[in-house]
């Protein structure tokens, strides 16, 4: 008979390592795309995620099971991966000189006429790829999940620990740094 | 150009783009592993760690009992604890002194 996740917790917590197994075999997929939206390689992606999952090894006494452990198990994964981004803010600094041909073509076509770029479109996931490495690790984490993972002010603000009216100044702050980038793009290229 | 329009293109690219949930093969094994590995005792980093945790509580005593002796021979007045104090170590050391007049 299959456990449940409590009875895995429990037995984990009285020692029997084992039992993190079916954990880590369920949520991974989900600890891995949370990954890749902030780590471009794979390797820098798989130490997130095996960062994650000691983590939650070692913490696992202080969940306290009145949420589910998907739940703890995001926040820990979302602040582990602003660490990430903290840890590696070198290189910001990209050349918008170094911008792709398709990159360039889609820009050239948003110009051109805005609804002529296609959203569905490598060039453009590309380029958001591109600017969002720019921002600061802040600015990044509350764009993504509010932004792009569409949650809620309120969701991220027990994602990532961070008070509701910090979560709201750090969204205001990261789209004023999301268009500064922007314009700096687009004065590179266009004027 | 209109930013504001640029931006709300980009992000919405940026939706429409999900990011691939793939684990890599043995991941759950390479985790316990890691997991059920016996930790291995660094006698040296553990003495270390313990020297520089008590590093900042010692110098803080050290400056405490610095600025109180300097206050405590600041300070003429000869207070009740003070006599008390001499007597004790007179009689303390008295066994040695005795011993220093023998010789």
């Known amino acids: 008979m299959e456990r449940t996740e409590a009875e895995l917790i429990a037995a984990v917590l009285k020692g029997d390592a084992t039992s993190f197994e079916p954990l880590i075999l369920k949520y991974s997929p989900r600890v891995f795309a949370t990954a890749r939206r902030y780590a471009r390689l794979e390797r820098e992606v798989e130490d997130i995620a095996q960062e994650v999952w000691l983590k939650a090894f070692q913490k696992l006494g202080s969940f306290r099971g009145e949420a589910p452990f998907e739940h703890w198990l995001m926040r820990l994964t979302v602040r582990t991966c602003y660490d990430f981004l903290r840890g590696h803010q070198r290189n910001r600094e990209a050349a918008f000189s170094e911008l792709s041909d398709s990159e360039n073509d889609w820009l050239e076509r948003f110009v051109t006429g805005p609804d002529s770029a296609s959203d569905n479109a490598d060039a453009a996931r590309l380029l958001v790829e591109r600017i969002l490495e720019q921002l600061s690790p802040p600015a990044r984490l509350v764009i993504t999940l509010l932004e792009i993972e569409e949650h809620s002010v309120k969701e991220i603000s027990k994602l990532t620990g961070w008070s509701v009216p910090l979560v709201k100044v750090r969204a205001f702050r990261a789209r004023a740094e999301m268009r500064k980038i922007l314009a700096r793009m687009t004065k590179d290229k266009y004027l | ?103």
């Not at chain 2, 008590?54 to 400056?63: G, N």
């Open chain 2, 1 to 103: 150009m209109k930013l504001e329009q640029l931006q709300q293109r980009l992000l919405a690219a940026a939706r429409l783009h999900k990011p691939g949930d793939r684990v890599p093969y043995a991941f759950e094994k390479r985790i316990l592993a890691r997991l059920t590995a016996t930790p291995r005792m660094d006698y040296g980093s553990l003495w270390a760690r313990a020297l520089w945790r008590a590093a900042a509580p010692c110098v803080a005593l050290a400056l405490l009992l610095g600025a109180w002796s300097f206050i405590g021979t600041n300070n003429t007045a000869t207070s009740e604890s003070e006599v008390l104090s001499q007597h004790f170590e007179q009689i303390m050391l008295a066994a040695v002194d005795d011993s220093e007049e023998a010789w």
